[in-house]
């Protein structure tokens, strides 16, 4: 990995007295962030771009804390939901987190690999929904910082054999890159030593209007997919492949999330509303668009690019306002979740893409949140 350092940004002498503003400089400042019951010191990780634009994230879960990001007349907002501190966290959520080892549901909370089943710890129901009562977003993280225009933060853990159930030591990084072009570059990387199954993926919650203020239903989203991977009543995939094009899952054009938000699509009504998965178009494995989201009001714009085959969206349902970070209050549907994965409960369902990793192979796939603007 390239480490770039930043050039120094050298002022240009002024003739008159008139104040301005000094452009930013793109940096990663680290500062404390308490301790966790064990008395693990953590930290977090303020990332700058030359922009102005900034991320924070803690090495605690490998949280997305907040994200900061212009609107049309260069208005700063943090589009993501989340709290103040690491106490919040620690009690368990999935706003910004690092989900692992596997996102979604895996039914039954058991799989099998080369003739063994395993059986792994169930916290949806019968299921296993995002890698267990502990998953990944409940570890310390080593951290590394690498300043540069694209400031990254790499966090590394190790994820023990049978954690939660799951075979095999597991050596996992995931690297977050503020880019000088205003996206956010989430990589994830790992090796293991037994065969296993692994789908991390970043649940962050999105209101490009500012976390806190309203709902999400008149954002216009376009998902460059033509199908989905339905659930039954239980929000457990199927196996089977269905098309958008009638249904209230057809983004293929833009058009308001709340649109069809309460049709009569079987799967809206069990959630009630959207928790489903896109089978995104184009080669897996290629960095390619996965979703397009336009906030009309501020005019900021949320691109969507992954090397993931799918992207789930999913809106929360919270009847009572939840209180995050400096008071703000997450409404039901106020934020909306895409979620770069492969297919839920792809370990028990052959014709979906394989999520094994073997012994002596590296695992890869990354997603970039890309940030700009519209009149």
């Known amino acids: ?67 900061n990001v212009p609107d049309k007349s260069g208005k700063m907002a943090d ?19 690092v989900i692992g080892r596997f996102a979604n549901r895996i039914g039954n909370a058991q799989f099998s690999l080369d003739g063994k089943t395993y059986k792994l710890k169930a916290n949806a129901g019968p299921n296993n929904i995002h890698g267990g009562p502990v998953g990944f977003s409940y570890h310390v993280y080593s951290a590394t910082p690498l300043n540069g225009p694209s400031p990254s933060l790499i966090l590394h853990m190790v994820s023990p054999d049978g954690d939660q159930g799951f075979p095999g030591k597991l050596d996992f990084t995931v690297i977050y890159t503020l880019t000088a072009n205003n996206g956010l570059k989430v990589e994830y990387r790992a090796t293991t030593d037994k065969p296993t199954v692994l789908n991390p993926t970043n649940h962050s919650y999105f209101n490009l209007k500012g976390a806190g203020n309203g709902d999400v239903l008149n954002h216009r989203l376009q998902v460059f997919s033509d199908a989905v991977t339905p659930t039954d009543t239980n929000h457990m995939a199927t196996g089977e492949v269905m098309k958008v094009t009638g249904t209230g899952f057809d983004f293929t054009k833009p058009k308001a999330i709340g649109k069809d938000i309460n049709g009569p699509d079987p799967a809206i009504v069990a959630t009630p509303g959207y928790d489903i998965n896109f089978i995104v178009r184009g080669p897996m494995g290629k960095m390619r668009p996965a979703a397009r989201v336009v906030e009309p009001e501020s005019g900021r714009v949320m691109d969507v690019l992954t090397t993931q085959p799918g992207v789930q969206l999913y809106l929360p349902n919270n009847e009572k306002p939840i209180t995050g970070k400096g008071g703000a209050q997450y409404i039901k549907r106020g934020s909306f979740c895409l979620e770069t994965q492969h297919f839920a409960n792809a370990p028990n369902i052959p014709a979906f893409p394989t999520t094994e990793l073997k012994p002596g192979k590296i695992f890869y796939e990354a997603t970039e949140f890309r940030f700009s603007t519209v009149k």
Not at 79 to 94: F, I, K, M, P
Request: a positive charge.
């Open 1 to 67: 990995m390239n480490r770039i350092r930043v050039a120094a940004l050298g002022l240009a002498a002024c003739a008159w007295t008139a104040s301005f503003t000094a452009p930013a400089q793109a940096k990663i400042e680290k500062a404390p962030w308490g301790e966790t019951a064990d008395g693990q010191k953590i930290d977090i990780y303020t990332l700058t771009n030359a922009r102005g634009m900034s991320a924070r994230i803690t090495n605690y879960g490998a949280f997305l804390v907040s994200l």
């Open 79 to 97: 589009v993501v939901l989340g709290y103040d501190n690491l106490e919040a966290y620690s009690r368990g959520t999935t706003y910004g987190a």
